[in-house]
């Protein structure tokens, strides 16, 4: 091969070397074009979805505030266009219907017309007082009593207010001495038995005094400006030292309270928070109320917010609880004889929060849950047996068609929205939502326990937040005596005098029949009836 060649050959080779090179170079920089094209779509992915979260909790919080401020609060829903998803679901749930189970939104429709309500001013109740007036007869009848005879009179009635005061109650004992002994002892009959031995209040002021605080939400110096207003000077201190030592004579009406709830068929528990006075700032405490069967509300109190504190409220209790799904309450079932039973308003509550980013399918949940609601206020007023009849045949399809249609749809949705964390709970919570379908004593939901913290929310609204850890405990245990009687309609003044008259020598062990569930039973034996009618502070506040 000649010079030339070679020198070709080798220019050739030279060429493809940086054809190739150049090649090389450019893929490796289009692969890091790529890499960092791919790097960017992953962050924009990244970002859009967090700020697709962001606009979900930005939407959900302007419809809240929304409704705060200008809508109801309630979580009723107007469905009369129904999606087309949930008309499909109501069709499938024909074949289960009977005459005794509407579709939803068919209690107003179906619901007999109720009687009008009467026109015209009530009748005024009897037992008030009566005060008579007569007017006085005309002159013209005055002056020709023979002109004129009596045929009648015209009689009308006005609701007057007498303003409450306190009564001076002054106890006189006769002295007696031996007339030939002069240095003989001196007899005397004994005092009255008070609530606070040596104390200035009797059982009806103390009994204000609770009622105004605990059940009418009156803080101790706003009561003590009331008391101003009649001229007697009680200061807030001394109020306070009075509900002390009331609290420390009824505590064992609660505590028989709390061990009487152990024998129950159900439990049903929830909470809020309470601010507690400190040096520096206020710290941050919980009321727990518990139901037991209608029997007994009873609230707790307690520094922290957990699983160890939660565990303690039942005690020894096995049976049914239902609360809500916080993961406090997972403490309590641990031990495997007592059934969870779950919210259905809670889990309606979350279909409601995603009403404004996907109306479709929360109004696709919510018509079914309401479906169960009305069978349940429909039937609310028969016998346990024939509950568990009805929600057989009727509740049944309709809990398994939501809980189908809920596991179907869970998958197709974003995660952390609305929707999802509705869907997700209920999910989670199928076997606890459904254990009320298999025994008709149990309740769908917890709203009687949120209706109990209400007052307590109230409260803190006045008085802003508890003086002391004790002021805790003192409130729990009136609260609980006030709630129980409400519970059992008894007039709450009158229930904690007799309760304050008696508890000084009634004896511990019977504890249990001065609550408010046995006290109709109790207040008609003879013994508590003769000892409230010889007690001097109950016919003067009886007056």
Known sequence: MSTKSKQATHETENKSDDSLQA???KLDRLTSQNKNLLNRLDKAVHERDEYRKLYELVHMELDRLRRHVFG????????????????????????????????????????????????????????????????????????????????????????????ASMVRVQIVRPKYSFKNDSKAMVLAPPLPTKPIEKGLAGPGLLAQVIVS??????????????????????????????????CNLAAMVVEAMKTDSLNAHCISTDATGVNVQAPEKCIRAHFFVTIADRDHVVYH?????????????????????????????????????????????????????????????????????????????EHKDRPPDEKLHVRNRDSKPVANAFFDWCRLNEPLVIDNTPIQKA????????????????????????????????????????????????GGQWNCVFTSLIA???????????????LLILLPNWPKERALELSPKYWFQTIQTDEVTTLLQHNPFWKISSR
């Open 484 to 498: 129980s009687a409400r519970l059992h309609d008894i007039e709450p003044w009158t229930y904690l005098r007799d």
């Open 23 to 25: 090649i090389y170079e």
């Open 72 to 163: 109801k609060r309630s979580e009723r829903v107007a469905s009369e266009q129904l999606p087309l998803e949930f008309l499909k679901i109501a069709e499938s749930l024909k074949a289960f219907e009977s005459e005794d189970a509407p579709l939803p939104n068919s209690r107003r429709r179906n619901k007999k017309k109720k009687k009008a309500k009467p026109h015209g001013r009530k009748a005024l109740p009897e037992h008030l007082p009566l005060e008579r007036i007569e007017v006085p007869v005309p002159l013209e009848v005055l002056n020709n009593p023979d002109m004129y005879r009596k045929i009648g009179e015209d009689v009308s009635e006005t609701l007057e207010w007498r303003a």
């Open 213 to 246: 605080k605990y059940a009418d939400c009156l803080p101790l110096n706003r009561l003590e400006k009331i008391f101003s207003r009649q001229k007697v000077d009680v200061s807030r201190s001394t109020m306070c030292g009075w509900i002390e030592k009331c």
């Open 301 to 377: 109190y307690t520094r922290h917010h957990n699983g160890d504190f939660v565990k303690q409220i039942p005690g020894n209790f096995k049976g049914y609880i239902l609360a809500d799904a916080h993961t406090v309450y997972d403490q309590l079932f641990i031990c495997e004889e007592r059934i969870e039973c779950a919210c259905w308003s809670h889990a309606r509550r979350y279909f409601h929060e995603a009403l404004s980013t996907d109306p479709s399918r929360a109004m696709t949940a919510i018509p079914l849950i309401r479906k169960l609601f009305d069978i349940e206020h």
């Open 423 to 470: 869907l997700t709970y209920a999910v989670n919570q199928e076997q606890p939502l459904r254990t009320y379908l298999s025994d008709g004593r149990l309740e769908m939901h917890n709203n009687f326990s949120e209706l109990q913290l209400r007052h307590q929310a109230v409260g803190r609204k006045n008085w802003l937040f508890l003086g002391s850890e004790d």
